[in-house]
């Protein structure tokens, strides 16, 4: 990721509201070029694949014990191939460490039955995730960026200029990904309510170009965050991957964004669940987030 990248030049319609609060605007603010994109306060990373598990069972009485044998052939067999791409990694320096769930190391996002031909069985179809954590192999450490660009891992990144906000100041997100992605952008509340704020409904962006530098807000949001009460952290999370993202249902509020009526974990799993992945090479997916705290005006 070359470091000029992060200085372009842009016009933005800034944005915020502490909690935050939204009110509609069309007013623009020039904005100062950001710092260079640092690491995620946190990020995960899953390889989604999709798995033939084998032939659907007979509706008989044993259909139910027929099936979880056949879904956890499916999610060994997505484990495997996980592992067997992941190891590709040494070449390039590379480690990793699989993530454990309560669930075990493979969770079945969907499954269904297809009909792989005329006048065969249905087959049970499974998309299955496996988280994992890539290391620098020397260090144990998180990759640089050139490392993982090299390796093609998808890195995005997301931002502000400080980590610090008063009560009645702007606040401007940056965005950035090392590789051409599907993103959205939410914002996590004090009391933990999910706000959608990339794509919106006057800025409904949903694909993003490699190196090229994204503002939160910018031309064509209507809306502005201005930190407000209650003030504590707020978190941004972006979720992004190189594949199209299922849609959620979210319901529009003032100034075109939306609100998520659950929780930012149920958003995550929801992003996820009908992702179009292919057999062989899966997809990539990855959340990063960034924090901000938000204090009184002094």
């Known amino acids: 990721m070359m470091v000029s990248s992060f200085f372009r030049r842009y016009i ?13 605007s069309t007013a623009l603010f020039a904005a100062s070029a950001p710092a260079a994109a640092p690491p995620p306060d946190t990020e995960t990373r899953s390889l989604i694949l999709g798995v033939d598990a084998g032939t659907a069972p007979a509706a008989k009485a044993d259909r139910k014990q027929a099936l979880a044998g056949l879904l956890n052939r ?23 460490d699989l993530v454990r769930t309560p669930a075990g ?14 006048g065969e069985r249905p087959h049970i179809w499974i998309e299955a995730e496996t ?3 890539p290391k620098e ?4 450490n998180r990759p640089d960026a050139a490392l993982l660009d090299r390796a093609d891992l998808l890195d995005v990144r997301i931002w502000t200029d400080r980590k610090k906000y008063e009560e009645g100041e702007t606040v401007t997100l940056y965005l950035q990904g090392n590789r051409d992605f599907y993103g959205k952008v939410i914002q996590i509340d004090m ?14 962006i949903s694909s993003f170009e490699k190196e090229k530098l994204y503002r939160i807000t910018d031309e064509g949001d209507r809306y502005q965050l201005t ?14 991957t190189r594949l199209p993202m299922s849609q959620v249902n979210l319901q529009s509020t003032t100034g075109g964004i939306f609100k998520y009526r659950a929780s930012a974990k149920a958003f ?8 179009p992945a292919g057999e062989e090479q899966g997809v990539e997916f990855c959340e990063a987030t960034w924090d901000i705290k938000t204090i009184p005006r002094k």
Do not use: C, M
């Open 12 to 24: 933005v319609a800034l944005v915020i509201g502490i909690g935050f609060i939204f009110s509609p």
């Open 74 to 96: 499916g999610r060994q067999t997505a484990l495997e191939k996980t592992r067997n791409r992941l190891l590709e990694l040494g070449k390039f320096g590379l480690d990793f």
């Open 105 to 118: 190391f493979v969770r079945i996002l969907q499954q269904q039955e297809t009909l792989p031909g005329k």
């Open 131 to 133: 988280g994992f954590v």
């Open 137 to 140: 192999r020397k260090t144990r």
């Open 191 to 204: 009391k933990g309510a999910v706000l959608q704020l990339l794509p919106n409904n006057y800025r409904q």
């Open 227 to 240: 930190v407000q009460p209650p003030l504590g952290t707020i978190r941004f999370t972006v979720h992004a």
């Open 268 to 275: 995550g799993r929801s992003v996820r669940h009908v992702i």
